[in-house]
């Protein structure tokens, strides 16, 4: 009897240890696959960019967390440190997904265990509990919102809390303001048990001096931007560049689609299933796929075949457990009528925001996915299941077959550092290199940040826009083969946004090095050397 009272006292607890550890073990070591990694980690080890505009808090905890475990000596490595704070993050959040299912649905213990696996194994949520970004601290603050909104009755204390955690979880990342009507909605609807207005200046207040406060003082106090140009210049960020928006339309559908779907599974795999691999292409034309082919180069056909099997079999449990849920929705949903708006609301406010902000990327559907899995496996509870398969065990089956295709088909994979392209791409230039030597790009995108960390060299981009007579490029590889150096070009582009679009530069070097001009036979990299 004591033992199982102690379990129940601390069943959070053990439930956090045993997250931590799961995410310990599986961390990855692939900084390409998550885009902006490999430039947060070189940021974070050289204590520059601490404060960026999107995400303000992020880079300078991490930066202060690293340095606190480096200290302590508790890792070898910056990048164990700086995954070991998202991955306690990540541990959070699922303490949070147990509570959902433990004190919302009003589960058992190991039922609700049995639920909080299924989005620990979803790719989105997996993937980034595991490597360097920003995701994780905004995503826990958000489920102990939502956690608390979800109360049957919400005083006007509980608000005052979630204004703190909310404007907490929009400094950890900008586009979590779209959480507000979330909030007012809920607000209103309490409206019988509070003081409307007050919580409303309340809420607002607070997330205004704490937004506002942050914002301004960083660019006060920190980086110098005292003008209001400088300061909106710097705030908006990509919000204001038209590239990241897109309109309505069926194409806009189909990337919001792809990116949803990444969110639970990896798909690694499916680049060595022969029927799916071509209708894969087409579908992503507008992307590069080279590193995620790259990735799921070991994958045998055998094995990219049974992965496809098991993935068949989750996506028609799930689908089944969705339209039934949708059929008797009103059945089930009045049992658990604050949860479920609270849950509802959320998914619609962010899913519709996302369908227009980089639809087609994966992280930004990470919260909607854990957020799914909690509203459907909660009301799951009620409704006996599927297929006569009774919770638990619908949900340890969807778990353990998340955890196979996302395992064997992405995160197994995921986890070497030799199975990142763009390190591949620059290992010739760190193994042939010297400093002195200079390296010119086409495209900047990834491979500068993984020469800055891996080579001793002088990296340069190739300007768009400069003719050649006014860049200073002729002069600098001049100077660099006087000294003895050699010049490395990579003729290559991955992302056309950050790439230059004319042949110039490469003209000028076969004009005028062309006999010193040698194409390095490297499979995955098309790269010149100069000497």
């Given at each position: 009897m004591k033992e199982r009272n102690l379990l129940k006292r601390y069943?959070?607890?053990?439930?956090?240890a045993g997250s931590l550890l799961f995410f310990i073990l599986t961390r990855t070591a692939n900084f390409s696959a998550a885009h902006d990694s490999i430039d947060y980690l070189n940021n974070l080890e050289h204590g520059t960019n601490?404060?960026?505009?999107?995400?303000?808090?992020?880079?300078?905890?991490?930066?202060?967390?690293?340095k606190a475990v480096m200290a302590l000596h508790l890792v070898h490595k910056t990048y164990y440190a700086v995954e070991l704070m998202d991955s306690a993050w990540a541990a959070g959040s699922m303490v949070m997904v147990f509570l959902f299912f433990r004190h919302r649905f009003g589960f058992t213990r190991g039922n609700s265990i049995a639920c909080a696996l299924v989005p620990a194994f979803s790719?989105?949520?997996?993937?980034?509990?595991?490597?360097?970004?920003?995701?994780?601290?905004?995503?826990?603050?958000?489920?102990?919102?939502?956690?608390?909104?979800?109360?049957?009755?919400?005083?006007?204390?509980?608000?005052?809390?979630v204004a703190v955690l909310h404007g907490?979880?929009?400094?950890?990342?900008?586009?979590?303001?779209?959480?507000?009507?979330?909030?007012?909605?809920?607000?209103?609807?309490?409206?019988?048990?509070?003081?409307?207005?007050?919580?409303?200046?309340?809420?607002?207040?607070?997330?205004?001096l704490m937004v506002a406060g942050g914002y301004l003082g960083v660019s006060w106090f920190v980086l110098g931007y005292r003008t209001f140009p400088e300061f909106y210049s710097w705030f908006a960020g990509m919000a204001s560049q038209t590239y990241y928006?897109?309109?309505?339309?069926?194409?806009?559908?189909?990337?919001?689609?792809?990116?949803?779907?990444?969110?639970?599974?990896?798909?690694?795999?499916?680049?060595?299933?022969?029927?799916?691999?071509?209708?894969?292409?087409?579908?992503?034309?507008?992307?590069?796929?080279?590193?995620?082919m790259y990735i799921s180069r070991h994958i045998t056909p055998w094995l990219s075949g049974v992965i496809f099997l098991a993935f068949l079999v989750f996506l028609v449990l799930a689908l089944a457990l969705v339209v039934k849920l949708i059929a008797s929705r009103k059945k089930y949903v009045a049992s658990f009528r604050p949860t479920t708006i609270t849950l509802t609301l959320f998914l619609v406010c962010y899913s519709v925001f996302f369908y227009f902000w980089m639809p087609s990327n994966l992280e930004f559907w990470i919260n909607q996915s854990v957020v799914f899995w909690v509203?459907?496996?909660?009301?799951?509870?009620?409704?006996?299941?599927?297929?006569?398969?009774?919770?638990?065990?619908?949900?340890?089956?969807?778990?353990?077959?998340?955890?196979?295709?996302?395992?064997?088909?992405?995160?197994?994979?995921?986890?070497?550092?030799?199975?990142?392209?763009?390190?591949?791409?620059?290992?010739?230039v760190e193994a042939h290199s010297s400093p002195g030597d200079l390296v010119l790009l086409r495209d900047d995108w990834q491979l500068e940040d993984y020469l800055q960390r891996y080579t001793p060299d002088r990296t340069e981009v190739i300007p768009a826009r400069d003719t050649l007579k006014a860049s200073p490029l002729p002069a600098e590889i001049s100077s660099c083969l006087g000294a003895g150096g050699r010049v490395f070009f990579f003729d290559e582009v991955h992302n056309p946004g950050n790439a230059v679009k004319d042949d110039d530069f490469k003209d000028y070097l076969l004009d005028t090095y062309g006999h010193r001009m040698e194409l390095i036979p490297d499979p995955y990299a098309r790269l010149y050397e100069i000497r």
């Open positions: 069943d959070a607890l053990l439930v956090y601490l404060f960026v505009n999107a995400h303000l808090l992020y880079h300078i905890s991490a930066y202060a967390f690293m790719f989105g949520f997996w993937f980034y509990a595991t490597n360097i970004e920003v995701y994780m601290p905004p995503l826990f603050l958000i489920l102990v919102i939502l956690y608390l909104l979800s109360r049957p009755k919400i005083s006007s204390g509980t608000f005052l809390a907490l979880a929009i400094l950890y990342h900008q586009s979590n303001i779209v959480l507000i009507p979330v909030v007012l909605i809920r607000i209103w609807q309490s409206r019988a048990n509070i003081r409307l207005i007050p919580v409303l200046v309340r809420y607002a207040g607070i997330g205004t928006w897109n309109p309505v339309g069926l194409s806009t559908l189909k990337d919001a689609f792809v990116g949803f779907s990444h969110s639970f599974i990896g798909g690694h795999f499916i680049f060595n299933v022969p029927l799916i691999s071509p209708i894969l292409h087409r579908m992503l034309s507008n992307h590069s796929l080279d590193d995620e509203l459907v496996l909660g009301l799951s509870g009620s409704s006996g299941g599927v297929w006569n398969i009774p919770q638990p065990w619908l949900s340890l089956v969807l778990a353990a077959l998340l955890f196979f295709v996302n395992y064997f088909g992405s995160m197994r994979w995921l986890r070497s550092l030799d199975n990142d392209l763009f390190y591949r791409k620059v290992q010739f």
